[in-house]
Nanobody
Framework: QVQVAESGGGQVQTGESLRLSCTASGLNFNDYAMAWFRQAPGKEREAVFCIAWNGGTLYTANSVKGRFTIFRDSAKETLYLQMNSLKPEDTAIYYC?????????????????WGQGTQVTVSS
């Protein structure tokens, strides 16, 4: 059974940083396309970053360019989202997602593997 878990959320002030982590069990972590999504209160879930199974960037949301970075530590089988210069509008539940099958070159869809999410709250 595949399980995806995020960690690292919390409450910070505007301008501060957070690093989210994502791990998964039950599959070969490094073989999957991966992504970070977020859902703010009252809004639809949106993709923040997507990377292909080989680490190539598939998508970066304009709202986070220059502030957020996605990277994967293959040895630790962990996906990270480094968030700098946080703003109140970044407040959301952040989800890690993996594609539904290995070798993917598209952002994970609802059919993929998802974590339960971690809350990020940015105060002004």
């Amino acid at each position: 059974q595949v399980q995806v878990a995020e960690s690292g959320g919390g409450q910070v002030q505007t301008g501060e940083s957070l690093r989210l982590s994502c791990t998964a069990s039950g599959l070969n972590f490094n073989d999957y396309a991966m992504a970070w999504f977020r859902q703010a209160p009252g809004k639809e879930r949106e993709a923040v970053f997507c990377i292909a199974w080989n680490g190539g960037t598939l998508y970066t949301a304009n709202s986070v360019k220059g502030r957020f970075t996605i990277f994967r530590d293959s040895a630790k089988e962990t996906l990270y989202l480094q968030m700098n210069s946080l703003k109140p509008e970044d407040t959301a539940i952040y989800y890690c997602a993996l594609g539904s099958r290995p070798g993917g070159n598209r952002c994970p869809a609802e059919s993929g593997y998802w974590g339960q999410g971690t809350q990020v709250t940015v105060s002004s």
